[in-house]
């Protein structure tokens, strides 16, 4: 009996955000998804989610800032029609969703800051907006005279959720800081939980088997973890490009069986 033919994955972006620590040198942000998601759900996650078409569209590009299309086209293969630059308006809008965040500024570049004079409000209205589907995102931005402020995110990873599963993402992760005078919130449409850990000690809580959590959040987490402060991360990603791939999928696609607990232990193989 043949098996059935691998699902094709969709475009997903995700982000690890991150600070310096009030008793850390680095933290990230993190959120548990809704254990009644489909996909991975009550794991411990980086916000995110598939990249939607109109984050491809003329009218959102043409309210970036900081990368061009050609940039963004060198640092990341596109996926079939999707421009490369949909990633990066992907991972910013999520990070509005899940956390209210959002890394925007002025035609002029300035950085929209939440302790601005109205600025807290406005953010809030848009996101609330947005979420309402009310008007579409670069509308809402217009309006304000707001354009998304990309230049800060730096590419970091890409995963392939591997054959084996129902649901199948080719996701880009990429790194980022908290927009000035901003703080992610919880939001309980996606997440129960949001908060903010030390790299080395979400690591730890995963393999001691305390966490779910799929390869990305697992490997983004060690990879953080190595850095002595947040300068040497910034430093390593001066360049804008990836440091590392999802090995899992190309494991499975070679014809090695990978278990995986419910719990979201570390794979084993046979």
């Avoid at 996650?45 to 003329?58: C, E, I, L, T, W």
């Avoid at 907006?129 to 995102?137: D, T």
């Avoid at 804008?240 to 990978?258: S, T, Y």
């Amino acid at each position: 009996m043949t098996s059935a033919a691998p699902v094709t994955p969709r475009p997903a972006a995700s982000v690890l955000l991150v600070r310096r620590g009030a008793q850390a040198p680095t933290e990230v942000y993190m959120i548990r998804r809704q254990k009644s998601m489909r996909f991975l759900g009550g794991f411990y996650a980086f916000p995110g989610g598939k990249v939607d078409p109109d984050d491809g569209g003329s009218e959102i590009l043409g309210r970036c800032h900081g990368i061009t299309r050609a940039r963004a086209e060198r640092l990341v293969p596109p996926e079939g029609h999707l421009p490369a630059l949909a990633f990066w308006v992907a991972a910013a809008r999520e990070l509005l969703e899940e956390t209210g965040v959002l890394p925007a500024c002025d035609a002029s570049g300035r950085p929209v800051v939440e302790a601005d004079p109205g600025a807290a409000g406005r953010i809030e209205a848009l996101r609330a907006a947005h979420m309402a589907k009310r008007a579409p995102l670069p509308a809402l931005l217009a309006a304000e005279g707001w354009h998304l402020d990309l230049g800060s995110f730096r590419y970091l990873s890409h995963f392939i959720t591997p054959p084996s599963s129902p649901i199948r993402f080719t996701a880009r992760f990429f790194l980022a800081p908290v927009p000035p005078g901003q703080s992610p919130r919880l939001f309980a449409e996606e997440a129960s939980e949001g908060f903010w850990v030390e790299p080395s000690e979400g690591f730890r809580r995963h393999r001691n088997g305390e966490w779910a959590m799929a390869e990305p959040a697992d490997c983004g987490l060690g990879y953080l973890a190595q850095f002595d402060d947040l300068e040497s991360v910034w430093a390593a990603h001066e360049d804008g490009r990836h440091k590392f791939h999802g090995i899992l999928d190309r494991v499975e696609a070679a014809g090695v069986n990978i278990r995986r607990g419910s719990d979201g232990r570390t794979p084993t193989v046979s």
